[in-house]
């Protein structure tokens, strides 16, 4: 019954949050947990039966297409871009990909942002949307500082979506959006094509019209644009793991917690890997390592009694013997930490050698 579903991915700016990472290869090919960021959504929609995904980037989607088109025939599913030539906020990328996104079949399309982690209830949305008949359907998820965001005002039973309100000083509610969208067709002749918010400016009529709903994401969320975020992320990811697909966790005497490890990686003797730690392709963790909270990217190699924690390791970097790196240390693309040197919230631009300590937070050229 469902017809040639299609799926817009904003995609957008240059991943500046999460640089040095995004020096190396543009944000939404990060990995996150062992596969591009990317990849975890494109797969949902895969699996409910989008057939084609239009990613909404306004740079460098030659890396983009080229990556992805090993996916496309993996997954049978058509990945294509549309380019801003200029950035267009988060409601211009759809108006700039219209014909792309509307066929004869009248379907809705999904919208989802490329920074956003969670189970992905896309099947329930669907069956949500077609029960409300209304113009677009978004999903929430209640977090507990909602002074931070902007948060949905909704009629609970219904989920009528009543007003939005930005960074409330006063409490109105928990609910925030939480960047998965499902949108009818007309909604693209709502939108011009300039630089417009799809949150400040087009949803908003639609409420004032009631045809907008809200459905409470189930499980958790995140979203993953940022460091910080990226490690919480991480935690919230393997903890939904562990309950719905334990069997890709590692078992064994080193794991503690929930642990992500690539079949390829190989792993010393008396070392201590865990909670929330995930090891790419090609890694090579020496004996005596301890890891905790972090992410050891591809061909990372990690020394003998090193010790990582609330850190991302990025891509052929080395950990030297006896280092310490911890407290939201980034390292880019091979980065080489010296024997007995201590990281505290170092981050590393691509290609360094790291020879004397770092003692407080600092970006290291």
Same mark, same amino acid.
């Given at each position: ?51 084609? /995904?239009?990613?909404?980037? #306004? ?12 996916? *496309? ?39 989802? #942002?490329?920074?956003?982690? $969670? ?21 929430? %998820? ?13 009629? *609970?039973?219904?989920?009528? /979506? ?23 067709? $007309?909604?693209?002749?709502?939108? *011009?094509?300039?630089?417009?918010? +799809?949150?400040?400016? /087009? ?36 903890? $939904? ?25 190989? @792993? ?23 890891? $905790? ?8 190699? @990690? ?8 850190? +991302? ?13 911890? #407290?939201? %240390? ?32 600092? @970006?290291?050229?």
């Amino acid at each position: 019954e469902h017809f040639r579903m299609k799926a817009l991915i904003l995609v957008g700016g240059f991943g500046t949050r999460l640089r040095p990472l995004t020096l190396s290869v543009p944000k939404p090919l990060v990995e996150f947990a062992n596969k591009p960021m990317i990849l975890h959504q494109i797969e949902a929609l895969k699996a409910i039966g989008v057939s084609e /995904v239009v990613l909404a980037i #306004n740079y460098q989607p030659e890396v983009m297409l080229n990556f992805l088109k090993d996916f *496309e025939t993996k997954l049978g599913i058509t990945i294509t871009c549309s380019q801003e030539t200029e950035p267009l906020g988060t409601a211009g990328p759809l108006a700039l990909a219209r014909d792309k996104l509307i066929d004869d079949s009248g379907e809705p399309f999904f919208v989802l #942002n490329s920074d956003v982690i $969670s189970e992905y209830p896309l099947k329930q949305m669907i069956e949500f949307h077609k029960s409300h008949g209304g113009e677009a359907s978004i999903m929430v %998820t209640k977090v507990d500082e909602p002074s931070k965001y902007g948060v949905v005002v909704m009629e *609970e039973s219904t989920g009528e /979506v009543e007003r939005f309100v930005e960074k409330p000083k006063l409490f109105v509610g928990n609910k925030i959006n939480a960047g998965i969208y499902l949108l009818n067709p $007309s909604v693209l002749d709502r939108i *011009e094509l300039r630089p417009t918010s +799809i949150e400040k400016e /087009v949803f908003p009529k639609i409420a004032a019209e009631k045809m907008l709903f809200a459905m409470v994401l189930p499980g958790f969320w995140m979203d993953i644009g940022q460091p910080k975020d990226y490690i919480t992320g991480l935690r919230l990811y393997l903890d $939904s793991l562990r309950k719905n697909a334990s069997s890709k966790l590692a078992t064994g005497a080193h794991f503690v917690g929930n642990v992500l490890v690539d079949e390829s990686a190989k @792993i010393g003797e008396g070392c201590l890997i865990g909670p929330d730690v995930a090891i790419g392709p090609g890694c090579v963790i020496e004996s005596g390592v301890r890891l $905790s909270r972090c992410t050891v990217m591809r061909g990372v190699r @990690i020394k003998k009694h090193a010790c990582v924690s609330g850190s +991302i390791i990025g891509w052929h970097s080395t950990v030297g013997q006896w280092a310490r790196v911890e #407290n939201m %240390t980034i390292l880019g693309e091979d980065v080489h930490v010296c024997d007995e040197i201590y990281s505290n919230g170092g981050v590393v631009l691509p290609h360094k050698e790291i020879k004397s300590s770092i003692l407080k937070p600092e @970006i290291v050229m």
